[in-house]
């Protein structure tokens, strides 16, 4: 809750309240299998061994939330995850009915009807994204899911790291090595993506933050960020030429296309919803979206030849992929405008209007918090939202 409550105080403490917890479940070797020794799931318990595997299943949630909320916290504040991905060695938490079952005559019935199989691991996930699909009835699908999504977001988060340290010293290493790895990563997520169940498909986090672990595998983040200013006019200028070179490359075209797909999630979601890590990704891809349309109006950006418009914030189509591909169209997203007295009007917002998109993004969380109170959080990201829409109108006026 403090993490989230927009309050900088207040998420300075509540981050560092995470580490002793974490601390003390290191100790304990909860993130280790020699932890949770196996149980004989085909036979009937006695309340004692049963109550002794409700302990160990609630130490390996606790342990999956804590890695959830690590991912989410590092994705926010920008910084290391605190749990590294080589760390979770423990089983993955099992069926739902198990969990919920009230007494072990209840848990023995349903490991009758469902045959828990071997313990899966996130390793085996990431080997194998299509085991997902396998293992429905003997998973809970939805924390492995989550599981996995954090362990790929602090491998992407390293990838990062590296990319960057390669950006000021070119040198140092390869880039064939760098290149090779985010080729990698884009395939295990596709992979992934692929291989949801449909129940999972269709959950909005799920989805937001698989699209914003490829949005940030395309984008030099906090290049950006120092960009729009968030330490000075000085080191802005010194990161414009990197900024420039990348917005005329593939990478921004792929990312402002994952930026549209978690725009179009959040326009479906339910009212009262974008708070908390769902604000801070629709933030993210609006970032990408400003930075995009700012250089599409300038000679040494994107070309301003007259084209066909592209809904980049569409299902994929033949269009989509040769603007991915090869730049041609002028993106564009869609914006179900209300005018009072009529139905509501879909416009097509061109990315090369900046203020116009930032206006869009933000009248979609506005929809989403109609009639209810704003969370501080939300509407702080609105306020930076909106001081980007002011800056591309000074920019576009000059």
Same mark, same amino acid.
């Not at 989509?320 to 997203?333: S, V």
């Not at 933000?362 to 939300?378: A, D, E, Q």
């Given at each position: 809750?403090?993490?989230?409550?927009?309050?900088?105080? @207040?998420?300075?403490?509540?981050?560092?309240?995470?580490?002793?917890?974490?601390?003390?479940?290191?100790?304990?070797?909860?993130?280790?299998?020699?932890?949770?020794?196996?149980?004989?799931?085909?036979?009937?318990?006695?309340?004692?061994?049963?109550?002794?595997?409700?302990?160990?299943?609630?130490?390996?949630?606790?342990?999956?939330?804590?890695?959830?909320?690590?991912?989410?916290?590092?994705?926010?504040?920008?910084?290391?995850?605190?749990?590294?991905?080589?760390?979770?060695?423990?089983?993955?938490?099992?069926?739902?009915?198990?969990?919920?079952?009230?007494?072990?005559?209840?848990?023995?019935?349903?490991?009758?009807?469902?045959?828990?199989?071997?313990?899966?691991?996130?390793?085996?996930?990431?080997?194998?994204?299509?085991?997902?699909?396998?293992?429905?009835?003997?998973?809970?699908?939805?924390?492995?899911?989550?599981? +996995?999504?954090?362990?790929?977001?602090?491998?992407?988060?390293?990838?990062?790291?590296?990319?960057?340290?390669?950006?000021?010293?070119?040198?140092?290493?390869?880039?064939?090595?760098?290149?090779?790895?985010?080729?990698?990563?884009? @395939?295990?997520?596709?992979?992934?993506?692929?291989?949801?169940?449909?129940?999972?498909?269709?959950?909005?986090?799920?989805?937001?933050?698989?699209?914003?672990?490829?949005?940030?595998?395309?984008?030099?983040?906090?290049?950006?960020?120092?960009?729009?200013?968030?330490?000075?006019?000085?080191?802005?200028?010194?990161?414009?030429?990197?900024?420039?070179?990348?917005?005329?490359?593939?990478?921004?075209?792929?990312?402002?296309?994952?930026?549209?797909?978690?725009?179009?999630?959040?326009?479906?979601?339910?009212?009262?919803?974008?708070?908390?890590?769902?604000?801070?990704?629709?933030?993210?891809?609006?970032?990408?979206?400003?930075?995009?349309?700012?250089?599409?109006?300038?000679?040494?950006?994107?070309?301003?030849?007259?084209?066909?418009?592209?809904?980049?914030?569409?299902?994929?189509?033949?269009?989509?992929?040769?603007? @991915?591909?090869?730049?041609?169209?002028?993106?564009?997203?869609?914006?179900?405008?209300?005018?009072?007295?009529?139905?509501? +009007?879909?416009?097509?917002?061109?990315?090369?209007?900046?203020?116009?998109?930032?206006?869009?993004?933000?009248?979609?969380?506005?929809?989403?918090?109609?009639?209810?109170?704003?969370?501080?959080?939300?509407?702080?990201?609105?306020?930076?939202?909106?001081?980007?829409?002011?800056?591309?109108?000074?920019?576009?006026?000059?």
């Amino acid at each position: 809750m403090g993490i989230w409550s927009g309050l900088p105080r @207040k998420v300075e403490i509540a981050e560092s309240f995470f580490h002793p917890v974490l601390t003390m479940m290191r100790r304990d070797g909860k993130f280790k299998r020699s932890a949770y020794p196996d149980t004989n799931t085909q036979a009937i318990v006695s309340r004692d061994e049963w109550l002794k595997w409700v302990e160990d299943e609630s130490f390996k949630r606790l342990v999956f939330r804590m890695l959830s909320h690590d991912a989410n916290s590092s994705m926010a504040l920008l910084v290391n995850p605190s749990i590294s991905y080589a760390e979770v060695l423990l089983p993955l938490p099992g069926n739902t009915d198990l969990w919920t079952a009230a007494s072990p005559e209840q848990w023995s019935s349903f490991i009758t009807v469902q045959d828990p199989g071997e313990p899966l691991y996130v390793a085996d996930i990431i080997d194998d994204p299509g085991i997902l699909n396998n293992r429905v009835g003997s998973l809970d699908i939805y924390v492995a899911i989550h599981g +996995v999504l954090a362990c790929t977001w602090a491998m992407c988060w390293e990838h990062l790291q590296l990319s960057s340290l390669q950006r000021s010293r070119p040198r140092r290493w390869n880039v064939l090595v760098t290149e090779m790895r985010k080729d990698e990563l884009l @395939k295990l997520l596709g992979h992934l993506k692929l291989s949801l169940p449909s129940d999972e498909l269709a959950d909005p986090e799920i989805l937001m933050r698989l699209e914003l672990t490829l949005l940030h595998l395309q984008m030099p983040f906090e290049d950006i960020q120092i960009f729009a200013g968030m330490e000075g006019p000085e080191r802005a200028r010194a990161v414009y030429p990197m900024i420039r070179d990348w917005v005329k490359s593939e990478a921004a075209r792929h990312a402002i296309c994952h930026a549209a797909q978690i725009v179009r999630i959040a326009k479906r979601l339910p009212k009262g919803i974008i708070r908390s890590p769902l604000a801070i990704m629709l933030y993210h891809a609006s970032l990408a979206f400003w930075v995009y349309g700012l250089f599409s109006n300038q000679s040494s950006g994107i070309s301003r030849v007259p084209s066909q418009n592209v809904c980049i914030d569409d299902t994929d189509s033949i269009a989509l992929q040769r603007f @991915k591909g090869f730049g041609q169209g002028q993106p564009c997203i869609g914006w179900r405008s209300e005018v009072p007295g009529q139905d509501d +009007v879909v416009l097509s917002v061109p990315l090369s209007q900046p203020d116009k998109v930032m206006e869009a993004v933000m009248g979609i969380v506005r929809t989403n918090f109609s009639g209810l109170p704003i969370p501080h959080l939300t509407e702080r990201l609105v306020q930076l939202m909106a001081e980007l829409e002011n800056s591309a109108k000074r920019k576009v006026a000059a």
